[in-house]
Each structure stands twice: as structure tokens, then as C-alpha cells.
């Protein structure tokens, strides 16, 4: 199958109360580069221009622009736009994945590099605490022996089918043993989590950042945020690395997910943070559009 480009605008505005003297804003705006995705063109724009700017690559290997705004402005406007290939994902049989007990134990014994990174998302992070009853919710999913990938995606399917999709239910601030009583939210809450539920059993996970297609091909209902920036997890399988697995939609991510970033949990890949001098209240709006430009050739392996 074809890569697929996407073009990719990411716009948000704040309106602030008062006079904002001076502003120092991280953007995680920019899409990675990935042996499945490439990044084709990319930019970012202020409303007011910047007085300086500078880019480096965060812990996780995020590429992050750190920005100062210097002059009085009420309003800031910061728009993302980026043109992305991407290639169909590998998606491995569940069945052949080893048991979970297994991996939970070799991210412990196992010192091989990539099993020692991906043992970093077993611990809990600022907004993802480890909690007994994220793993009470997900033993049923678990049983001994039980193959990982099959586990998790019973675990996705579970999250997707107890929990309702409901944008005023939540605030970014909520926390998921929260959510986990409410049983409604949005996809950063729904990643928060299976997140959970996965490092209550000792099994690493970590939080993906990025975007949907807004448009579905012919035929096919429209996923759930779509609409704005989206949010799932991976989880990690030895000897096959990180997989993606997205709760809001149940479904492994594939052509319609473009990653933006990610890190333990949402406070780890934050699109925009700043510190200002002065403003006070603001309001936010975001507003992002996803359109795929249809098949490209790249270059092999993709």
C-alpha cells in the first residue's frame, strides 16, 4: 500500500484580558520524522512575529521551538502548517506476541537498550499515577499467559466500549482516576487511561500526540477527534518495539495518524506553553484541519 500525504493546519489563538508586556512560549508543533513518516515541508507562524526563536529536541526526541515575544500585544496567534507522508503500519498478529507476565518481567531483567528505554513508562508520571484500581479494571483482560497484544487490544476495546466520548465531561486537568468514575471524556483522557491500566500491571505505555484525518475515505464513518490535535498510546513489545493503539477509536493506527510526539503523559507534549509578563485571563481557540492529498511515491522503506 502507498504512502499517504496529508496537509496538516494547526491554528491557535489567544485572546488575552490585559496587555501582555513580554511572552516565552515552548511549541511541540512539529511533526516527527519516522521510518514510516515523512515530514515534507513544515512551518510555523506567529501573529506577532517573534523577536527570537530557537529549536532543540526535547528528553523523548520531540522537536521543540522555544519563541519570545517582546512588544505589548492582546492577541497571539500561532499557526502550524505541515505537509506528511505516511506509510501503512506493520501490524502484528496478537496471538504471536509473548505472554504479558513475560514482557512485565523482562522490563525488569532484561538490560538490553531498547527494553531499558521503553522500562522509563512503567513508573508513574505528573499526570498519570499508578493506582491498584487501574489494574483491577483491566484484569479481566489479563489472564495468565494471555498473549500482550491481544491483551491490550481487549483492554482498548473495553475502554472504547465503557467509555463515552463527551468534549464538556473533562478539563485538561482532570485526572484519570476521575475519568475512570465518570466513564466519559475526550482522547487524552481515554489515553490517560489505558495508560494507567497498563503500568498498574508493570507494562510500559507512553502517550502519542498527533492528528486524525479529518476527511474519512468513501464509506466510512468519521473518527472521533478528528477535529482537533488527537491522542493515543503505545505500548511496547520486546522484539517488536513500540505499537500503537488508539482507545478512542478501537483500532491499531495506521495511514489516518500522523505523530506529532510523545512522552509519559499529555504534560509531557503540551502543543504550546508559555510564561508571560502581564495578560491575565485569556480564551483559546484551536482549530485544526486535516486533509490527505491521496497516494505518493517515496522512498523505499517507509
Known sequence: MKAQRFHVSHTTTYRYRSTVAVGHHLLRLTPRRLPRQLRLEHAIELDPPPADTSRHFDYFGNEVQFVTLEGAHRQLRVTARSEVAVGPAYLPDPAETPAWEAVAQACISDHSLATLEAAEFRFGSPLVAIDPAFARYAAPCFPPGRPLLAAVLDLTAQIHRDFQFDTQATTIATPPARVLELRRGVCQDFAHVEIACLRA?????????????????????????????????ACFCPGLGWVDVDPTNNLLPSLQHITLGWGRDYADVVPIHGVLAGGGEHTLEVAVDVVCRGPVETEPGL
Do not use: C, N
Request: glycine share 12%; no cysteine.
Open 201 to 233: 500491571l508493570g507494562l510500559p505505555a507512553r502517550y502519542v500526540s498527533g492528528y486524525l484525518e479529518t476527511v474519512p475515505p468513501p464509506g466510512q464513518a468519521k473518527l472521533l477527534g478528528a477535529d482537533a490535535s488527537h491522542a493515543w498510546i
